[in-house]
């Protein structure tokens, strides 16, 4: 992996700013910023729309970049899902081995959202699979506490009240915590 060094870049801000400004494989569409990477969707000099992505690093003043080509990427799942939406919708008969990335990012991001609905639709005595162990669901429940340290977001304010179908010890389970649970039973 060969790494660019970006002269005169102090700040991330900076760095990015270098890479956008210097870009010459084709017209910028759309960009993303991540917190170390930029995502870059573009419509290449031979009318391809094609997304990249430019990976940053720094040690101690100096910022480099690595480019990653879009043939190249294989399990990177950090792109923006409106970049790969876009790029389908500009060009959607693309080789389909193109964009097998692609397809897998969509994937995941319908498994998600599908497993999201099948939370809210969760009701009193339904059962779910956290962590290797059951539980049954007794009632939704809103805390408001205001010990701020334990509650750090709505979401884990929100949740259900449940127990351990092997010793019917009850406990809450936040709702962030439903999103890593499999549901067995609605």
Known sequence: MNWIQINNAVSIKEAR??????FSQGEIIKTSDRPSSIWIYFVSQSG???ITLFSLKRTSSIWYFHETPESEIKDNFSCPISLIKAANRAKP??????NLW????????DTKKNHKKNITSLKKDSIIKLHGIIYKLKEKKDYVSSNSFFF?????RQGWAAHDVRNTIPLFIPLSHLEHAEIVSL
């Open 48 to 50: 391809e729309h094609t």
């Open 93 to 98: 008969k693309a080789k389909l081995n193109a």
């Open 102 to 109: 692609r397809n897998k990012m969509l994937e995941i991001d």
């Open 17 to 22: 700013t270098y890479i956008k400004s210097t």
């Open 152 to 156: 750090r977001s709505r979401m884990e």
